[in-house]
């Protein structure tokens, strides 16, 4: 069933380096465009990298390296793990639209979502049923607000001329 | 029972292709009490159930349209059990039996030791109690579960298959992007990507380049667990304890 555990053989087919490179390429518009991204529909979602970065290892023999506190993506550690060429394989972000807020920590390989942080709950809100319909379209609201930004990066990423144009200043910018 | 849906923790998202009955409908119900949960609170075996529920009736005896209501979404509740001989109980008596020989047991007298430990607590031992959440969002055809634990997503999705006849594909960036629509050359350009290898140090000339892929476990094998949604705080740490091994339920069950 497609549900259970997937085998070496499978990992590729679930595509999960891209979701590594997605992580990484959030980090790089973060810094060079300043975080906010317009999707469709009008929408406009702000992002920062927060408090904890894992970067994947390179190869099997390599080691992963987990940067937590304060802020890790200004540290020398990141930078050198950057120039390393080393992709973002978790990252704790921090997503904002209109004026409601979200935390939480992105599992690049599987695009699962890990200890999120739902905006706090409306003042006028009383009723648990009512709590639970804001919570709801909360929970959607993010899973669609990662959606978008993952379709942002995978059309510039399908892009034929991905690597000469989008990547190369991606390169730049780890190597800086 | 009832409360508000969660406000925080781990989700998985799940899709499936095909006809799902409408939530909103008496047979989307009906469909759920056919795998309701059934106790096992009085078994003499070690045993796992796992079954619906609803988030007024955690006994899976009703499944009221109503209970289903989560706004937005449909919400869904899977209640897992699952009674085991709590290991410590088998060690003070193996410690016992071994103090009064002098002697360690042998491998046989361990087993014959275990199997009269099982047969005379484990009809006084209750199960442990795990109560996972799911929203169902019907038009988008997705499922967020809260829930990230390995045997945890797997019992979902077992369950949601004997449930509906319809298997769950868990998300993943392959997927992920085939759910945006792309369109068909985008989709199969999507199929040919390779990781871009990005320059390291001053090695090289400093250009990213596309990479064959690399065959390595997948990210989902170091999955943090312990996120279940679950009733309350004490069950939660119970099943934290639980849940500790990584087998899938129905496989402990079938062993």
Redo the contacts between chains.
Sequence with gaps: ??????G????????????E??LTWLWFRWETTGGEFRLPGGRVVGLALDDFLLFAA???DETEQTLRRGLPTRTAEARTAL?????L?KARLLLAEGSRQWSATL????????????PE?SEEVES??D??????????AL?ELV?AL??QF??E??RPDY?ERV??E???W??G | MAAAIRKSGGIVAFHWQGKLQDPATQGFAEALAQRRFRTIENAASEEISVGGVTKADPTGDTFALEDLDGGAGTWLRVRLDKKTLPKKWLQIHRDAAEKSRGKKLSARERRELKDDLTEKLLPRVLPAVNLVDALLFFDRRLILLFATSRSVVEAFGKLFFETFSLPLERQNPRLAGLQLKLGAEAERSLDRLEPVRWPRGEDGDGRPRSVPKPVRATALDDEEDGDEAVGDDADRRRNKTADGDDTPPWQEQDA
Excluded: C, I
Excluded at chain 1, 107 to 118: C, H, M, P, R, Y
């Design positions: 069933m497609s549900t259970q555990r997937q070496k053989g499978e990992a590729q087919d679930t595509h999960g380096f891209l979701g490179e997605f390179p190869s099997e120039r390393s060429g080393r992709r394989k599992d690049g390989a599987s695009l699962t979502l890990l200890g999120v942080k739902l709950d648990d049923q709590r639970t319909t804001e919570r709801a379209a909360n929970w959607l899973h959606q993952y379709g995978l059309r990423r399908l690597l990547a190369a991606q390169a730049q780890m190597a």
